[in-house]
C-alpha cells in the first residue's frame, strides 16, 4: 500500500502501475499531479504503452531521465515543466510539445480533454485528422 502522501488522489489508475507510481514519486518530490492519457480513453490499444502526463519541473524531467531503474517500456512518462511544455522523460526519440497545442482543456479536478493528430488511417492523400482524448487524474500533491 502506498504511503498516505503518495495515495492517489483519484479513483483512476491505470493497472499495475501502484509500486511504479511509488517510486517515482518518493524520488521526485517536486511532481505535483500524474494524468492518464492514454489508456483513459476506451479507443486506446490495450498492448500499447501507458502514457502519463507528469506536472512537476525541469530539474524533475533531468532526474528522471537519469534514474534509469524507473525507465520502463510499457510506461511513457512526459513532463511538463513550465504549466505548457513538456517532453518525453525516456525512450529512443525525443518527443516534445506543449499543452496549448493539445488543446487541453481541464474539465472538472479529474477529468481533462486534448487533441491528438493522427494520419488519417483511410485517406490516401496524407490527411491528418484530430482526434479528442480524454486523461484521468491518477495522483495530486495534498
Known amino acids: 500500500m502506498l504511503h498516505a502522501a503518495l495515495e492517489p488522489s483519484a479513483q483512476f489508475a491505470p493497472d499495475g502501475l501502484s509500486a511504479f507510481l511509488a517510486r517515482m514519486l518518493a524520488g521526485c518530490l517536486d511532481i505535483r499531479a500524474v494524468w492518464s ?36 517500456a510499457d510506461v511513457e512518462v512526459l513532463v511538463v515543466y513550465d504549466g505548457n511544455q513538456f517532453e518525453n522523460a525516456w525512450g529512443g526519440r525525443r518527443l516534445s510539445g506543449s499543452l496549448a497545442r493539445w488543446g487541453w482543456r481541464q474539465a472538472t479536478d479529474e477529468l481533462a480533454y486534448y487533441d491528438e493528430s493522427r494520419w488519417a488511417a483511410h485517406e490516401r492523400d496524407g490527411s491528418v485528422v484530430r482526434v479528442r482524448r480524454k486523461a484521468m487524474l491518477i495522483w495530486r500533491s495534498r
Not at 46 to 66: G, I, Q, Y
Open 37 to 72: 492519457v492514454a489508456h483513459a480513453d476506451p479507443a486506446a490499444q490495450p498492448d500499447s504503452p501507458c502514457e502519463l502526463l507528469v506536472f512537476a519541473d525541469r530539474p524533475t524531467l533531468n532526474s528522471l531521465r537519469k534514474s534509469e531503474f524507473l525507465h520502463r
